[in-house]
C-alpha cells in the first residue's frame, strides 16, 4: 500500500497572515446573478492573503482541519478563478454531501481574483514551478496534513507540479483537461500570430471550449465571455497565460519505461470531455501513469468544461450528477470521502486497481460515462 509519511516544511520562508474576512452577501452581484455558475453565497467562507515565497496568494476556505482528514484543494484553469471555475460544481448537491466533512480550500492563481490590483509593467508572473511551489505555504498556513487536489487545465498542471514536487502532500488528484506537454515551436508561434488578430477573450475561450462548442453554446461561450472581460484583471490574465504556454513538458513517465521513470505517486482521476480541447493531451498523460493508480475517466457527448455542463447544461440533466457520482465512486483518489473510516478520522490506506507489480503497464482503468 501507499505509504504518506508526515509532511516535512524545512526551508519555507516565514508566513506572514495579512488579510481574513468573510464573504458577505452582496458581493460580486454579477456573479450571484449569473444563471450559469450558480453563485450562492456561504458567509461560512472566508478569503485570506497568504504570504509565499513567490508572492502572495488569494485563498478562500470554509472549514477547519479536522483530525486526518485530508482538505480538498483547487486550482483554477487560465482566464478562470475559483468562483467562475468551481462555484457550480462545488453547489451541486452531490458535492455537498462530501464537502460537509472536510476543509475545502480555493486558491486564485496570483491576480486572479476578482478585484484583483493590477501588476506593475515590467511584473515578473510566477512559473509554473514557482505557482506549484507556493502551495506549501497554504497547506502550512492552515495546517493541513494533506491535501486532495482538484485542478482544471493550467490549475491540474500547477497541481501536478505540486504533487511531484511535494509528493507527502498529496493523498490524492483528480486533474480535468491536464495537458503534461510544454508548448513547441510551432505551437508557439501560432499562438503569437493568433495573439495579433484575437482578442484575449477569444484566445481564453478557444483554450476552454471546442471548436463545435464556440459555434452550437453559444449562451454558456457568452456567458463566460463576459465573466472572464469583466471579473479577471486582463493585464494579470495575460501574464497568467503567457506563462501557462510557456510551460515545459510535466516530467513523468510511467514506470518501468525509461530509467529512474518519474510519475505520481498518489492515486489519480484523469478526467476530460471527449470534445474537449484537452483530450489528446489527457490521454498522453495517462500513457505516462502508473496504471494501477490511475482512473481516466472521459464523459461521452461532453466539452471543454464537464466541471460545468454536467452540472448547468440542458443536455445533461442535474439529476444524473454523473461526474460527482464518478468522483464518490473511487475512494482511492477521494481518500475515503465517503468511507466511515475517513470520517472518523482515520487515515485509510490508498488502494490501487491492481495490487499485482506483475500488472505494471498492462492495466488501464478506464471508464466512459454517458449523461
Given at each position: 500500500?501507499?505509504?504518506?509519511?508526515?509532511?516535512?516544511?524545512?526551508?519555507?520562508?516565514?508566513?506572514?497572515?495579512?488579510?481574513?474576512?468573510?464573504?458577505?452577501?452582496?458581493?460580486?452581484?454579477?456573479?450571484?446573478?449569473?444563471?450559469?455558475?450558480?453563485?450562492?453565497?456561504?458567509?461560512?467562507?472566508?478569503?485570506?492573503?497568504?504570504?509565499?515565497?513567490?508572492?502572495?496568494?488569494?485563498?478562500?476556505?470554509?472549514?477547519?482541519?479536522?483530525?486526518?482528514?485530508?482538505?480538498?484543494?483547487?486550482?483554477?484553469?487560465?482566464?478562470?478563478?475559483?468562483?467562475?471555475?468551481?462555484?457550480?460544481?462545488?453547489?451541486?448537491?452531490?458535492?455537498?454531501?462530501?464537502?460537509?466533512?472536510?476543509?475545502?480550500?480555493?486558491?486564485?492563481?496570483?491576480?486572479?481574483?476578482?478585484?484583483?490590483?493590477?501588476?506593475?509593467?515590467?511584473?515578473?508572473?510566477p512559473s509554473m514551478d514557482q505557482?506549484?511551489?507556493?502551495?506549501?505555504?497554504?497547506?502550512?498556513?492552515?495546517?493541513?496534513?494533506?491535501?486532495?487536489?482538484?485542478?482544471?487545465?493550467?490549475?491540474?498542471?500547477?497541481?501536478?507540479?505540486?504533487?511531484?514536487?511535494?509528493?507527502?502532500?498529496v493523498e490524492g488528484l483528480v486533474?480535468?483537461?491536464?495537458?503534461?506537454?510544454?508548448?513547441?515551436?510551432?505551437?508557439?508561434?501560432?499562438?503569437?500570430?493568433?495573439?495579433?488578430?484575437?482578442?484575449?477573450?477569444?484566445?481564453?475561450?478557444?483554450?476552454?471550449?471546442?471548436?463545435?462548442?464556440?459555434?452550437?453554446?453559444?449562451?454558456?461561450?457568452?456567458?463566460?465571455?463576459?465573466?472572464?472581460?469583466?471579473?479577471?484583471?486582463?493585464?494579470?490574465?495575460?501574464?497568467?497565460?503567457?506563462?501557462?504556454?510557456?510551460?515545459?513538458?510535466?516530467?513523468?513517465?510511467?514506470?518501468?519505461?525509461?530509467?529512474?521513470?518519474?510519475?505520481?505517486?498518489?492515486?489519480?482521476?484523469?478526467?476530460?470531455?471527449?470534445?474537449?480541447?484537452?483530450?489528446?493531451?489527457?490521454?498522453?498523460?495517462?500513457?505516462?501513469?502508473?496504471?494501477?493508480?490511475?482512473?481516466?475517466?472521459?464523459?461521452?457527448?461532453?466539452?471543454?468544461?464537464?466541471?460545468?455542463?454536467?452540472?448547468?447544461?440542458?443536455?445533461?440533466?442535474?439529476?444524473?450528477?454523473?461526474?460527482?457520482?464518478?468522483?464518490?465512486?473511487?475512494?482511492?483518489?477521494?481518500?475515503?470521502?465517503?468511507?466511515a473510516s475517513s470520517v472518523d478520522?482515520?487515515?485509510?490506506?490508498?488502494?490501487?486497481?491492481?495490487?499485482?507489480?506483475?500488472?505494471?503497464?498492462?492495466?488501464?482503468?478506464?471508464?466512459?460515462?454517458?449523461?
Open positions: 500500500g501507499l505509504l504518506l509519511q508526515e509532511m516535512t516544511m524545512a526551508g519555507l520562508h516565514e508566513l506572514r497572515f495579512t488579510e481574513e474576512k468573510p464573504l458577505l452577501r452582496g458581493q460580486d452581484t454579477d456573479l450571484e446573478n449569473s444563471d450559469v455558475f450558480l453563485s450562492a453565497v456561504d458567509t461560512d467562507w472566508k478569503e485570506h492573503d497568504i504570504e509565499t515565497p513567490y508572492g502572495l496568494l488569494h485563498v478562500v476556505i470554509r472549514g477547519s482541519p479536522k483530525g486526518n482528514r485530508p482538505a480538498i484543494l483547487t486550482y483554477h484553469d487560465v482566464g478562470l478563478n475559483h468562483k467562475l471555475c468551481f462555484n457550480t460544481f462545488f453547489n451541486y448537491e452531490d458535492m455537498q454531501e462530501i464537502t460537509k466533512h472536510f476543509v475545502v480550500c480555493h486558491v486564485d492563481a496570483p491576480g486572479q481574483q476578482a478585484g484583483a490590483s493590477q501588476f506593475p509593467q515590467g511584473y515578473q508572473y505557482l506549484a511551489a507556493m502551495l506549501p505555504s497554504v497547506v502550512q498556513h492552515f495546517g493541513f496534513k494533506y491535501v486532495i487536489g482538484i485542478g482544471v487545465g493550467a490549475g491540474a498542471y500547477v497541481l501536478a507540479k505540486f504533487a511531484l514536487i511535494f509528493p507527502d502532500l486533474l480535468m483537461n491536464i495537458d503534461p506537454n510544454g508548448k513547441g515551436w510551432i505551437d508557439w508561434a501560432a499562438s503569437k500570430l493568433s495573439g495579433l488578430t484575437s482578442t484575449l477573450p477569444d484566445m481564453v475561450l478557444s483554450h476552454l471550449f471546442s471548436q463545435e462548442e464556440l459555434v452550437n453554446n453559444t449562451e454558456l461561450v457568452q456567458s463566460y465571455r463576459q465573466q472572464i472581460s469583466s471579473v479577471v484583471n486582463q493585464f494579470n490574465l495575460q501574464l497568467f497565460l503567457n506563462m501557462y504556454n510557456s510551460r515545459r513538458d510535466l516530467d513523468i513517465n510511467r514506470p518501468g519505461t525509461v530509467p529512474n521513470a518519474k510519475t505520481l505517486r498518489c492515486p489519480v482521476m484523469l478526467v476530460v470531455g471527449d470534445n474537449a480541447p484537452a483530450e489528446e493531451g489527457v490521454v498522453e498523460c495517462n500513457s505516462k501513469l502508473d496504471p494501477t493508480n490511475t482512473t481516466f475517466l472521459k464523459m461521452a457527448d461532453s466539452g471543454g468544461l464537464p466541471q460545468v455542463t454536467q452540472v448547468s447544461n440542458p443536455q445533461f440533466p442535474q439529476s444524473t450528477g454523473c461526474y460527482p457520482a464518478a468522483v464518490r465512486a473511487h475512494p482511492e483518489v477521494c481518500a475515503g470521502v465517503c468511507s478520522g482515520a487515515r485509510p490506506r490508498a488502494c490501487t486497481h491492481s495490487e499485482s507489480t506483475e500488472a505494471m503497464g498492462q492495466i488501464n482503468h478506464t471508464m466512459e460515462v454517458s449523461c
